[in-house]
Structures are given as C-alpha cells and as structure tokens.
C-alpha cells in the first residue's frame, strides 16, 4: 500500500465518521468581502492566535505554579531558574497577554468604527465585549499570581477600588480577597478564577462569538453596505484561512521574539507587611481607569469622588455593551456620526489617561 | 507551486512543530527526575549578586541563535501559507491524494 492511499484511506476513514466534507462545502461557499478596510478582518484571528499561546503556556506553567503565599514565588522563581526554558515559557505567557488585551483594545475599536454592531450583528457585539470583559479578568487575576512586591500591592489597590463600587463595594472587595485583606485566600480565588472560571467562560463566549460570525458572516462598513454584493469577495476557505494562518505564524514570531530579547520580569517577593511603596501602579491596560480615579477629588459636591468616577467607568461599559440598542441610527443601516465621535472620545481619554499616568511615573 | 514546494512547506510544519514540541517536553517533564533536574541558568551564571531578572536575561540573550532560526522557519511558513502553498482542495482536484502527482511526475 502506497503512502498516498493510506492518505486517501485515512481521509475517507475520517469523511464516514466526521462529515467534514459538509463543513467544508460550508466554508468554501463562505465570502469574505474585499475593500480597504479588510485589513481589520484579522483583529479575531490575532486574538485567537494570543488565547491559544496563552492556554498552551498555561497548562505548561501549571505543571509548576504552586498558588500558596509561601511557595508562588519561589515556584514562580524555579520555573525561571531550573526549569529548562521555562523563562520562555512564563514570558511567552506574559507578552501574549498583554499583546491579547492590547489587540483586543483595537479590534474593539474598529469594529466600533466600523459600526459592525448593527443589526443583525447585535449579539455578536455583545459577546466580545463580554468576551473583553474576560481578557481584562484574566489580566486581573493572573497578575497577582507570581506574588512579587509590584503584585500584591496593585491588587491591594485595585481590590480597594473595587471596594468603593456604589452599593456592592464592601461585599465585592471581600469575594476577591477572600477576607479583609489580601492573602492566601486570595490567591486560591484569583488563582481558580484565572485557571477554571475565566477560561471555561470565555470558551463559551468564543464559541458563541464564532457561531454567530458564521451565521451573519463578516460585516462591511456602512459606506458599503448598500454595494455589498457588488464587492469583491474571496473564499473563507482556504483563501482566507490560510491568509489568517500566515498572519498568526507573523504573530507567533513577534511575541517569541519580544520574549527572547526582553523577557518578563519577576522582581522581588511579596512582603505584605511593608507598607505599599510608592509608584506602585497596575498592569498598563488598567492606567487609564487607575490614573482618571486619581485624578478625581476626594470629595464631588456631597458625593464620594472616587465612587463617581467608579459610577462613570460602570456606566461607560454599559455604554458600549448596549451600544447596539442605543445607536438607532446605525441599526436602519445608516451612518451615525455622534457615536463616530463619541467613540474617538472614549479612545483619546483611554489613550491620553494611560499616557498620563505612565509618564507620572517616570 | 510545484510538488517539491510542497513538499518543503510540509517539512517546514514538521520542523516548525518539532521546535514547539523540543521546547515544551523538557519544560513539563525534565524535572520529574530529582537526579536529572536541570539547573539551567543558575549554573551557567553562578554569580550570586546578580538578581533573578539579571539571570533571565543573560539566559535569553544566549538563545538568540535559536531565535534567529525560528524567526526564519516561521516568516517561511508564513509566507508560503500566504501564498497558498497549502491549499489541500486543490491538491485534492489534482488528485495528489491517489498517488498521482499534480503534473504527471515532472519536475
């Protein structure tokens, strides 16, 4: 027997059983638009290609990781240290998902921009803000796990501004720390919350997510939807597919060399019974909600400034989690110049606020 | 694309994947063993001044040779999936899966 019949055997093997030819036929028939803003089509991929380094890395760092007070760090520290490239594995880790949220921050963006939340696309929205929800989650949780100084002390912060959330802050504050204050029963919470919860729903997001992308296929920017037809297309597979492919592999080689030339550092242990030292700041993603509550006086007329500024950012998520329902004019397939700027608003703010707070720092 | 193209993009998965696979084995299971624990930087740099980040970075700086070769298998492969190098259906239409090479066996 030939190589290739064994091929052709194990192929048809797998058709009887799987029925893939169907999914095939599917995706062949599938188009994907072609004008000048496609390039924005990758925005997906790019996070998919970062959430599956991250999951790999994970379950390798995982094989080590021990979550305990006592022993995070030195674990954290043997994985760095005597474990045979497991600095790389850790970095690989880390630069992947700093360069997820950073990407997930644009393709946020530009399908923002490109109104891709109109109808019939409403869900499909909703799911990836959910789904940005957990990205950010993910940097939250797992940014306490290696138990250095500029860890614990940012989640001593940021659990104590998630204290200050009108009505529910106290009982929040105590479900992340577990207690009164950050110890080993935050860490089992954070480290259960990176590993189990966050991961399991955000798998669910993206399935419903990619569900919904086949169903509706990808959306065209307003201008065009009215020549749609008339756009050129290619095939979803394997044109694009394999165009997604090679965009990921660029990917892969961006985010092991910044690992290799720049690898993520892990700094000093924890002491939680140092008093917090100064310029102690969160991961950079959260400067722009840290520097903003910073910024707010103390007091706003008879009102806590800081559970203002909490009050603005909840209902700025809120925004644009339903701005599918708000934006009226974009739902009739029209454009909407005020939510245009309203987005360019909110994009300079989180630009201008993080920019803020890191040269505050320097 | 002709065959021997293909052929090389196929190699380049395997190497590619192969370098994956290298790096994650030792990582999960080298230090099973007591006795074969590795000590990766702590002996190539025994210097005890030097700080835990001071180490990494001196342990990654050494693997840029390494580097350079992924950096050349994957923008490789990245640029023959772009290519299409790898379009299954059309080596199928070709009927490359029944034995047959896609331009009768020549070069």
Not at chain 1, 28 to 50: A, D, E, Q, R
Not at chain 1, 197 to 205: D, I, N, R, T
Request: proline share 5%.
């Amino acid at each position: 027997m030939t190589g290739s019949n064994v091929l052709q055997k194990l192929y048809q093997w797998c058709e009887e059983r799987i029925k893939w030819q169907g999914l095939l036929e599917f995706m062949k028939n599938k188009k994907v638009p072609v004008h000048n803003h496609s390039v924005w089509y990758y925005g997906g991929n790019i996070l998919i290609t970062f959430f599956l380094i991250q999951v790999v890395t994970g379950i390798a760092l995982l094989f080590y990781y021990q979550p305990t007070p006592e022993t995070a760090y030195e674990s954290v520290r043997a994985i760095i240290l005597e474990t045979r490239f497991g600095w790389l594995i850790r970095s690989l880790h880390s630069w992947s998902a700093s360069l997820m949220v950073a990407t997930a921050f644009v393709h946020l963006f530009s399908t923002f921009f490109l109104k891709a939340y109109r109808n019939p696309r409403e869900l499909t929205w909703m799911s990836g803000m959910l789904m940005f929800f957990a990205i950010l989650g993910f940097g939250f949780s797992g940014y306490l796990l290696p138990w250095n100084e500029l860890s614990y002390f940012a989640t001593k912060v940021g659990t104590g501004i998630a204290g200050q959330t009108p009505f529910v802050g106290t009982y929040l504050k105590f479900f992340l720390r577990g207690g009164e204050e950050v110890g080993a029963a935050t860490l089992s919470r954070f480290f259960a919350f990176h590993v189990c919860v966050l991961p399991m729903g955000l798998a669910a997001l993206l399935a419903i997510h990619l569900i919904l992308i086949q169903v509706h296929g990808l959306s065209v920017p307003v201008s065009l939807e009215e020549k749609k037809d008339k756009l050129k297309s290619v095939a979803f597979f394997p044109d694009f597919v394999l165009r997604e492919c090679a965009v990921s592999c660029l990917m892969i080689a961006v985010v092991v060399s910044l690992s290799v030339l720049f690898p993520w550092e892990l700094g000093k242990k924890a002491d939680p019974f140092l008093a917090t030292p100064s310029g102690i700041q969160p991961e950079w993603y959260f400067l722009f909600m840290f520097q903003a509550l910073q910024m707010i006086p103390a007091k706003l007329g008879f009102l806590e400034g800081e559970k203002v500024g909490i009050l603005f950012f909840i209902l700025g998520f809120a925004f644009m989690l339903f701005v599918p329902a708000i934006d009226r004019q974009a739902e009739k397939g029209k454009k909407s110049p005020l939510f245009t700027w309203l987005g360019v608003l909110i994009g300079m703010f989180v630009v201008g606020m993080t920019l803020m707070s890191m040269i505050a720092n320097r | 694309m002709n065959l021997k193209q293909r052929y090389f993009v196929a190699c380049l998965v395997v190497i590619w994947f192969g370098t994956i696979w290298g790096c994650l084995v030792p990582c999960l299971f080298a230090q099973n063993s007591e006795e074969e624990k590795p000590a990766v930087i702590s002996e190539a740099a025994p210097n005890p001044d030097l700080t835990i980040d001071e180490l990494q970075r001196a342990e990654a700086l050494k693997h840029i040779p390494e580097l350079i070769v992924f950096l050349a298998l994957t923008l490789t492969l990245a640029f023959f999936l772009r290519s299409k190098a790898c379009d299954f259906e059309k080596l199928r239409e070709e009927r490359f899966f029944q034995g047959e090479t896609p331009n009768g066996g020549k070069s």
